[in-house]
Structure formats: C-alpha cells, structure tokens
C-alpha cells in the first residue's frame, strides 16, 4: 500500500511482528525510541527552573539535583507540576502584598526571583541567609531594609534561558504531538511509548506555562545589605526570643510546608542541608493553593492521567500485558482523584472550613459570628507542623500503589516493542491532509 510488496511489513499473512524491526521505506523501532525518548529528555531538560544552589555547592552537586529532578519529571511530571502551580500563585500573592505597601513595580518575576533564593539578605555583623518574598515584604514595610531597586531586565538578564535548547524542544514536542494526531487521524497504531512520551510532554508543557515568567540556572543571588544587625531588627520587632529552626524569620515564613522540612522529620529521616540559617531554598516545597489554582491544578493532573486511559483498547504483545496496562492507567486515574479528596479535606481542616460548611447547613444565624473567629485564628495562628498524621497515613498507601502502576508503564512503554501491530511501522500519509485536485 505504501512501500513495495516485498516488505515483510505489509504482507497480508502477517498479523503481528515480533523483535526489532528496521526501516525501509517507513520507520523502524529506533524511529519510535529515538523521537520518544529523545523528545521527553530535551522537553524535561529545558523546562527545569530550579532554586538557587547554595554557595559552596559543587557542580556534581548541581548536576545531581537536576538529573534527580529530570527523573523525577519523567516518572511523575504531575508532581513537578504541582510544584510549579504552587510557586506561580505564590508569586502572584507577592504582587498584590508590594503593591498595597506601595510598590506597584513589583512584578511576577521579583516573586519568582525572591522565592528562589534570588536575595541574600545580609545584615549588619549577621549571617547572610536568603529571604523569600514574604520575608522581603516584611522587612521593607518596616524599613530595615530598603525596597532592592532592581528591574524585571536585570532579573531576567541572570536567567540561563537556553534559547536554542527551547526551540528544539518546541520542534521535537510539536512533531511528538502532530504525529500522534495523524496517526489516530488515519487509524495507524500507536505504541505505549510515544502516548507515554504524550503524556509527559502534555504534563511538561503545562508546567511550562506555569514557569514562564521564572529565572532558570541562576547561579549567584543578589545581596541586600542593612545597616543593622539581625538582633537588632529582631529585639525592635519584640520576636527575639522565638525560636526558630530554617531562618530567624520563621515567624514570617517557615519555608514550609515540604517534603524535606516536614515529611521527612515526620517519617524519621535525615533532613538537610544541615546549616542553618539555611544557606538555600529547597525545590520540594509543597504548594499552598488558593481555589482557583487548586482547581486548575487538579483538572491539569487528571488531563495527564487519563492520556494513559487511550491505550485502553492498544494491541499488546500479551493479554496479560493489555490488562496490566488497563488496570494501571485507570489506577493512576482512580488515585489522582482520591488523592485530590484527600488533600482538599485535609485543606479544609487546615483553614477550619468544615467548620464553616457545617454552620452554613445547620445554623446560618451563626455562620457570620463564626466565619469572622475563623479568619481572626488563622491570621494569628503560628506554623503548624504538617502533615496531619491521618492525611499522611492516607496518602502513603496511595503513594506506593502510585509508583508501582506508575513503573510497570515505564516498563511496558519499552517491553511493547517488542511485537507490534504492521501499521505501528507505517508513517503518517501527510499527503492526505494536503488540498489537491
């Protein structure tokens, strides 16, 4: 139909092809490995917007963080997403707090830039240790330090942007994505590879979008001087004597909640770096969502869960083989969504609004009395430790079940190729879609 008759492809007594197949006229499975595998590596490469090392970070040290974080965006982009969510509408909360203090030329990428550990403040005979834009916040709004004058430009100007890695992974996730289409177009088959490079890539672009306005491969942060010392501003702010265990200004921000500062803690493990002030951000700080980006967040994962789903009804080497991946893509399916009840409930028991839902139901005439002492506590309310011991009891077990399903499609992505349908080795008839006469 497509090449000459004599190709073991297309010979009408053949329903299946079992081992490696080389390309003649049409590709071959290193076709199929090269543009999948190749498209996920450029695509999680040149999306990775992390934190600023600390100053005596090693380059092995950097690399290994980015690679763990590569790895981590290929096995399970949705949590590099989440990650992303969470740091742009921090971000964009830190627009509306400079702007009700008076400084209207803060923009999304001084929050982004700030969050990352992109200002070291430096005060008088004290450490230096980096400060979040809520840390900023509160010592510009009483003036123990003056507002850093820096522009969008000389921000953007330290970001490492590689311009021509960016365009190769536009090209690479463009083609990723135009190919599959004209394969479902034409009714070719698909492997589990490229839906699950699809998958990552549909993810990856999403997160993306999330980090388009942040610095990447920052190396050197920008130090903010005061011409007092950290006791001095602490004893005029009357918090000298409140402990504190990341940076002395943990009463304004804790860094957390994350993984390392306190799951870790919780589950027993070793926390680091171990040198406090801590001379760095940490990349796995857990999102505090607002509803709108909640939501947003929670449709964007499940769009990437249920991509899985349309291998439902792919030919597979095995029976076996096609109920495992069933099973596994509607699993990942099922657990997204639990896990997002999960979190949602242990949300709303954060911010007491059960207790709002519940009088809303059973006594409106209370609800305003109510709704008033709720938000009165949770302005006061000092850092509580998280997670919650049945929130993470209920997400552990979701977790594990999670990586297992999760790892067998990484392996049947690749053990699929072993025996695929004929036309999984036919290239897209881009003529077809071509007007002609």
């Not at 509607?330 to 639990?338: C, D, G, M, Q, Y």
Request: charged share 20%; hydrophobic share 45%.
């Amino acid at each position: 139909m497509f090449c000459s008759s004599d190709s073991p492809v297309f010979s009408p007594n053949l329903t299946r092809i079992d081992g490696w197949v080389d390309q003649p006229n049409t590709r071959g499975t290193l076709d199929i490995v090269w543009t999948s595998v190749f498209t996920i590596f450029i695509c999680t490469f040149t999306l990775l917007c992390l934190n600023l090392p600390a100053a005596n970070d090693t380059a092995w040290q950097m690399t290994a963080r980015k690679l763990f974080w590569m790895s981590l965006a290929i096995a399970g982009p949705e949590f590099v997403l989440t990650a992303a969510c969470g740091q742009l509408g921090t971000a964009q909360e830190s627009i509306k707090a400079f702007t009700e203090l008076g400084y209207p030329q803060w923009t999304i990428r001084h929050g982004f830039f700030a969050d990352m550990g992109g200002f070291l403040f430096v005060p008088r005979d004290s450490t230096p240790f980096p400060v979040t834009s809520k840390h900023l916040h509160w010592l510009v709004s009483r003036r123990y330090l003056s507002y850093p004058d820096v522009s969008p430009k000389e921000i953007w100007d330290k970001s490492k942007q590689d311009t021509v890695a960016k365009l190769i992974s536009c090209f690479q996730i463009g083609y990723l994505m135009v190919q599959t289409l004209g394969r479902a177009g034409q009714r070719l088959a698909i492997t589990t590879l490229e839906l699950s490079a699809l998958a990552i890539v549909v993810c990856s672009i999403m997160t993306n979008i999330c980090w388009l306005r942040k610095p990447a491969g920052v190396l050197t942060p920008i130090r903010l001087y005061s011409e007092l010392s950290l006791e001095e501003i602490l004893k005029d702010a009357g918090v000298a004597d409140l402990p504190w265990k990341q940076t002395p200004l943990d009463f304004v921000d804790d860094l957390g909640p994350s993984w390392a500062l306190n799951v870790q803690p919780f589950m027993g493990m070793p926390v680091g770096p171990h040198e406090r002030p801590m001379p760095r951000f940490g990349n796995d700080r857990l999102p505090n969502l607002n509803g709108r980006h909640e939501t947003l967040l929670c449709f964007a994962t499940l769009v990437y869960a249920a991509i899985h789903l349309a291998g439902w009804n792919f030919e597979f080497p095995t029976r076996t083989e096609g109920i495992l991946w069933r099973a596994s893509s509607l699993f990942i399916f099922v657990n997204t969504a639990v896990f997002w009840l999960c979190e949602t409930a242990a949300a709303w028991h954060r911010k007491g609004r059960w207790q709002r839902f519940f009088y809303r139901v059973l006594d409106p005439e209370r609800l305003e009395e109510v709704e008033s002492a709720r938000l009165q506590k949770l302005a006061n309310q000092e850092p509580k430790q998280l997670p919650l011991a049945w929130e993470f009891w209920t997400i552990t077990p979701l977790a594990i079940t999670y990586a297992a399903a999760r790892g067998y499609q990484i392996i049947e992505a690749f053990m699929g190729l072993r025996s695929l349908e004929p036309s999984a080795y036919l290239n897209v008839e881009w003529s077809n879609y071509i007007p002609h006469i």
